[in-house]
């Protein structure tokens, strides 16, 4: 059976009205699924599996992303439940970050498909040389 064929079989077999369709156009789970994926979504993730993190921690660990980027994606990441954003009241200002139990499950995905696509990547980078060869 196909994964396509299992998601099938197995939306069938759920017809829960509370369950989101990820599938379905209008479902607000497509949100949530576009915080998670995006590229920032995911180093983010990730990187908090290891630990908590500062937010001057996150910026220098997550290659190429601005401050602001981190800041939105941290706040659609809390709002959704997988961060977990603590506050110190002291000066300067103390921030950390780290997974929620829902995050844990999130990242630990995610990390599965970042160390495939590192392992796999001499094999992309091929796909990716002939493609531009055809291309051209």
């Known amino acids: 059976m196909t ?6 079989t197995i939306q069938q ?24 994926t995006s ?14 993190h500062r937010f001057s921690e996150l910026r220098r660990a997550v290659g190429g992303v601005s401050e602001k980027m981190l800041a939105q994606t941290l706040d659609a990441l809390a709002y959704d439940g ?3 954003r603590v506050a110190h009241q002291v000066v300067p200002p103390h921030v950390e970050y780290s997974l929620t139990p829902l995050g844990r499950q ?10 495939w696509i590192e ?18």
Request: net charge positive; glycine share 2%.
């Open 13 to 36: 077999l759920n017809q829960d009205p509370q369950r989101a369709q990820v599938m379905a156009a209008d479902c607000p789970s497509r949100a949530v699924l576009g915080h998670i």
């Open 119 to 136: 392992d796999n990547f001499p094999l992309i980078q091929q796909a990716q040389d002939a493609a531009a060869l055809k291309a051209a």
């Open 82 to 84: 997988m961060v977990l």
């Open 3 to 8: 994964s396509k064929s299992l998601r099938k």
């Open 106 to 115: 999130a990242a630990e995905r995610l990390e599965v498909l970042v160390d």
């Open 39 to 52: 590229r920032w979504g995911v180093l983010v993730l990730v990187m908090l599996l290891e630990r908590t």
